[in-house]
């Protein structure tokens, strides 16, 4: 994901550290202790923002609107899921259409740059669950299988993994003298964000939430927080 059109990255002593660490990263040759120390320094930046009412955190609660299609799913079946959500008019329709609706459904209205990366997120993380899956039956076995735990972690993890690609890859691709490159640094700090949230996180099981409710917004922001404080360490231990 590239910087959206038009967007133009934010400024402040903040903003300044992670530009220079990621100069630093790629003139490092994606050392490890360049890629965490960038990536430190981006969480503390999306921290900050999320921490201070900003949109980084308001676009991450767009992930609660799919885990209460998966609690409802769960209790009424997917057609039921479908008439609960407003989506009756997606019964019998074709797989394409289906997958299309809810797409559509699942993104949250508007163009403001953090809540863009939050769609594009849910969009590639829905694709990869719904593959495959060729009808009503199949949507219903495949919903009723994923952990709401597991996917707003997953939601989080590739959110933090886009939003840091969105602000910055104009900037990498300046750095490069061939796209290969631009490739490791995809590599390397998608690899670094997930080994380290996934090592470090401790999952706990997620059962009777309103998710439409402040209880929703408050487990996804939770979550996220702890996510991006695991990021940020580095800077704690090793600056």
Known sequence: ?????????????????????????????????????????????????????????????????????????????FDGALEQAGLAHLRGQSTKNIKEGLLKYFSEGGNEFYNSISNQTMNELLREMLKGVKDSADYEEVIKSIDSGSFIMEFIIKFIQNCFFANFTEKLLTLFENLGKYDMAERSVNTYIRNSIEAKYSKQQIQFIDWNGIEGNRILNDMFKKCLNILSKWGEING
Do not use: C
Not at 10 to 19: A, H, I, M, N, R
Not at 43 to 64: C, P, T
């Open 1 to 77: 994901m590239g910087t959206s059109k038009g967007y133009l990255p934010p400024t402040g002593y903040l903003w300044s550290d992670v530009k220079r660490d990621v100069t630093k990263m790629v003139k490092d040759n994606f050392t490890d202790a360049s890629v965490e120390k960038a990536v430190s320094s981006f969480a503390k930046v999306l921290d900050n923002s999320r921490s201070s009412g900003g949109n980084a955190g308001q676009a991450i609660e767009s992930g609660k609107k799919v885990v209460g299609f998966i609690d409802a799913v769960r209790t009424y079946g």
